[in-house]
Antibody
Framework: QVQLQESGPGLVKPSETLSVTCTVS????????WNWIRQPAGKGLEWIGR???????NYNPSLKSRVTMSGDTSKNQLFLKLSSVTAADTAVYYC?????????????WGQGTLVTVSS | DIQMTQSPSSLSASVGDRVTITCRAS??????LNWYQQKPGKAPKLLIY???NLQSGVPSRFSGSGSGTDFTLTISSLQPEDFATYYCQQSYSSPHTFGQGTKLEIK
């Protein structure tokens, strides 16, 4: 059974780069498509983007200039980087698997990691 | 971007009630519509994919229908564990977008 576990710094200063790691167990990250989604406290879900380990990526235009997604197949880990963060980037960050590149759904999800942007 | 609008935003119901949540897309998304359940402090959980397909392990009291722009999630007989927030999500085009959520509370 595949499991996803996010980890992150907890606290990031404004203007710095947020980095979150998603460690996948029970399946190879080369076999599926991987998405990042975030959720500010008490608010809804925002799709950040998706990637495939071949190098294909697709980012939400609202974040595209600041987002980088990558993966390490040897460690079965996925990485999200978000640069020039502000308080508006404070959220729980989730990784989630999708069975296809297009028209797909997210299952399963990791438990999420809270990242707070504050000086 | 395709906008997803859920109604109602909140709903009070009792155990045993039949409940319907609606999701409307700002343009046709065929059947590329998924439903998730989220409980406080937990990650969302997939309930329904491709508008009407029940995810493995999800109780049969949950069902989904619709195509084009209008979709519904129905819970046939509410159970205590169903009180949560529900989100729809379109996967027709990028960026994938979610509805604002429907909070289902105990009456």
């Amino acid at each position: 059974q595949v499991q996803l576990q996010e980890s992150g710094p907890g606290l990031v200063k404004p203007s710095e780069t947020l980095s979150v790691t998603c460690t996948v167990s029970g399946d190879s990250i080369s076999s599926y498509y991987w998405n990042w989604i975030r959720q500010p406290a008490g608010k809804g879900l925002e799709w950040i983007g998706r990637m495939y380990t071949s190098g294909s990526t697709n980012y939400n235009p609202s974040l595209k200039s600041r987002v980088t997604m990558s993966g390490d197949t040897s460690k079965n880990q996925l990485f999200l980087k978000l640069s020039s963060v502000t308080a508006a980037d404070t959220a729980v960050y989730y990784c989630a698997r999708a069975p296809e590149w297009s028209g797909a759904w997210f299952d399963p999800w990791g438990q999420g990691t809270l990242v707070t942007v504050s000086s | 971007d395709i906008q997803m609008t859920q109604s109602p935003s909140s709903l009070s119901a009792s155990v045993g009630d039949r409940v319907t949540i609606t999701c409307r897309a700002s343009q046709s998304i065929n059947n590329y519509l998924n439903w998730y359940q989220q409980k406080p402090g937990k990650a969302p959980k997939l309930l329904i994919y491709a508008a009407s397909n029940l995810q493995s392990g999800v109780p049969s009291r949950f069902s989904g229908s619709g195509s084009g722009t209008d979709f519904t999630l129905t819970i046939s007989s509410l159970q205590p564990e169903d009180f949560a927030t529900y989100y729809c999500q379109q996967s027709y085009s990028s960026p994938h977008t979610f509805g604002q959520g429907t909070k289902l509370e105990i009456k």
